[in-house]
């Protein structure tokens, strides 16, 4: 019963917080009179009312969080605060769906990008600041936020921080307590964002577009303050500047803050996911520039450069914005991109997917297995760089690939039994499940998810949670042995 109560009251301080964000919104919305203040007032008068019913009954509980109350708060946080978080837009929009609503609100927390909103441009600014603040504020993860702040009210957090990033995470020269580290994080998070939003403004951008749009290209989250998403500004400087910080973000916030502490770039030529994601990325650039010219889709080889680069890099980092309809592009360069979502994004970054160094990992072991076929008797350890990786890791690794894969067949097959077609069905997961944001055909960067039916959203904005949270920290709720004491 403790463990319950445990998570009840930090979930309710986690839900008063969001009230606090929507008063940013609400502020901004009465300054700019853009008609939406009524929708941030009692929006953020409901959060913090329901929030607070949740927190001050359960005061006195004990605050020790166990692992399995980790796993759940994790699984409870993701799942359930963008219910609280779709009440602006269902108070503003009173024709939206509670579905629509909720996919919008897990589409910015998961920092997806995918929409069912039209006429963005003519949103109020205070509901697209709202939209790019779920996107920021999510980056570095609500729980890894959370434990920066929960330890100074008496609440631990290493078990939040080992749920929220299971798996093979890299061990870097960090602060050697968990809230130290969560706080070091963020603060390289929240200075690589002002200098973004700098580098913007300076490329052309107004303020307002400045920020949201660094909100979203650091968090990796996608939403943009336009219909047309980049291709709006049709400038290469914003463009230019928009790749360079999505690759950052796409890389260890360990590595930068290392760095940034040793005042060195020796930390990125030893970071072997960094420098593999990095060659992979760039190389694919020119690649699909290459296929772009020969297909005749652009006029020369720097045109078709340019929008590739700029494309292929928000799909691979798992960003999403666009600068050009890439669904009319050869069926090889859009294919190359969402594969590159699943697999390009470092760990401890704000991106998704499987995460670079698992696939590393996996590639190893089956040079690996092969050498050991030719050579039965010797004995040779898996290592990434000097660092040996244990078999438990490997083990884990594997599991997790394994049910990153059938968890996409099994929701590609959902949506194709609702009757959508296989292109747009499996490029929909796969840029959900990944938190790339848009995919092919139905729902391509010239469209958005709108046309989807009820049941489909759903499924949509399942596929981001269950790839926000690494899948295991969901699935492994279901089995009764992670119960048992």
Not at 159 to 185: M, N
Not at 283 to 303: E, I, K, N, R
Not at 440 to 462: E, H, I, K, R
Request: aromatic share 12%.
């Amino acid at each position: 019963m403790n463990v319950i109560l445990t998570i009840i009251h930090i979930f309710g301080l986690v839900t008063m917080g969001f009230s606090g964000l929507m008063t940013t919104c609400l502020l901004t919305s009465a300054i700019a009179d853009d008609g939406a203040t009524a929708a941030f007032f009692d929006g953020s008068l409901m959060t913090f009312f329901f929030g607070l019913l949740m927190f001050l009954p359960t005061l006195r509980t004990p605050k020790k969080v166990s692992r399995q109350a980790g796993f759940l708060l994790v699984s409870m946080t993701w799942s359930l605060s963008p219910v609280f978080c779709a009440l602006p837009l269902l108070l503003y929009f009173p024709e939206l769906s509670f579905i629509d609503a909720y996919f919008e609100a897990v589409s910015g927390l998961t920092t997806t990008g995918a929409t069912i909103l039209s006429g963005i441009d003519n949103l109020p600014m205070s509901i697209n600041l709202w939209r790019h603040e779920l996107n920021w504020i999510a980056g570095m993860g609500i729980i890894i936020f959370a434990v920066a702040i929960l330890p100074i009210l008496g609440i631990g957090g290493m078990q939040l921080y080992k749920a929220e990033t299971p798996g093979s995470v890299k061990e870097s020269d960090l602060p050697p307590r968990i809230a130290q580290t969560a706080k070091a994080l963020w603060l390289v998070y929240a200075g690589f964002s002002v200098v973004c939003i700098i580098a913007l403004r300076l490329a052309g951008m107004n303020w307002f577009d400045a920020i949201c749009h660094a909100f979203a290209a650091m968090s990796l989250g996608g939403f943009s303050t336009h219909d047309s998403s980049v291709g709006f500004f049709n400038s290469v400087s914003i463009e230019v500047v928009l790749s360079i910080f999505q690759l950052l973000a796409a890389i260890n916030f360990a590595t930068h803050f290392i760095t940034l502490r040793k005042l060195s770039l020796k930390p990125y030529s030893d970071d072997v996911e960094a420098k593999s994601f990095l060659l992979l990325v760039l190389s694919s650039c020119l690649v699909a520039a290459a296929v772009l010219q020969h297909a005749g889709t652009y006029p020369d080889f720097l045109t078709a450069l340019r929008h590739a680069s700029f494309n292929l890099i928000t799909i691979a980092t798992d960003c999403g914005f666009a600068s050009q309809d890439f669904n009319t592009w050869p069926i090889f360069v859009p294919m190359w991109m969402l594969f590159l979502s699943c697999l390009s994004a470092s760990s401890g970054s704000t991106g998704g997917g499987i995460r670079m160094i698992r696939t590393i990992i996996l590639m190893k072991q089956a040079s690996l297995e092969m050498f050991k076929f030719i050579h039965p008797f010797a004995v040779r350890p898996l290592k990434i760089g000097d660092a040996v990786v244990k078999n438990d890791i490997v083990t884990s690794v594997m599991g997790f690939i394994f049910l990153y894969f059938i968890s996409i067949v099994i929701l590609v097959f959902t949506l194709l039994l609702s009757g959508m077609d296989f292109i747009s069905a499996f490029s929909a997961i796969i840029a959900c499940f990944n938190n790339a944001g848009p995919g092919l055909n139905q729902v391509g960067p010239a469209t958005n998810y709108a046309s989807l039916s009820d049941f489909q959203t759903s499924v949509c904005a399942f596929a981001m949670l269950l790839g926000r949270v690494q899948i295991f920290s969901i699935v492994i709720l279901f089995i009764p042995e992670f119960w048992r004491k």
